[in-house]
């Protein structure tokens, strides 16, 4: 008859294993935008027409999360471009969230466009934390004609941005 032997060690590894496990899952752990949190954003958003506009900054693959328990993909990467406007004396960032659709901002047509129209929450262009150079109101669809809507950003990307800022990037 064999007997059975119980190793302490192995079992407090195990135990330390799922704890730390666990404390990561718990800190990074983000639990995604529901469908109908997303269509409250976009129901509650309104157009902004723009005709002077400068911009000061663009930068690619900007990272906007980090899942550190995730072998592959550990990091999630966004285009941005930051213009102000004279008009609303605001300055708001155009977004852009990687996979899986990739499309990035363009500044340089958008320079060149006479108007642009840019599609923003009701709730973050009213915010007054929001507007300034440091935290400027997000901005996820925008176009360049009155009659295309999704000429610039496609309605498919447009719904995964508002997705992926609502679940990582939102401050509330």
Known sequence: MK????NAQGIGAAIGLLLVNG??????????????????????SEVVELTNITFYDE???????????????SSLYKDIA????PDS??????????????ISVDAELLRRCPKIYLVVNKDDLHNPK????????????????PDSKFNRVPERNYI?????YLTYCRNE
Do not use: C, D
């Open 160 to 164: 995964y941005s508002v997705k992926e």
């Open 23 to 44: 404390i990561v899952y718990l800190i990074f752990h983000r639990t995604p935008a529901t469908e109908e949190e997303v269509n409250a954003y976009i129901q509650n």
């Open 59 to 73: 930068e690619n693959m900007v990272r906007y999360a980090r899942q550190p328990l995730r072998r592959n993909n």
């Open 130 to 145: 929001l507007g300034s150079k440091e935290k400027p109101v997000p901005v996820l669809l925008w176009y360049t004609r």
């Open 3 to 6: 007997t059975f032997k119980i």
């Open 82 to 85: 930051k213009l102000y406007s």
């Open 89 to 102: 004396k605001k300055n708001f960032v155009l977004e852009s969230y990687g996979s899986p659709y990739r």
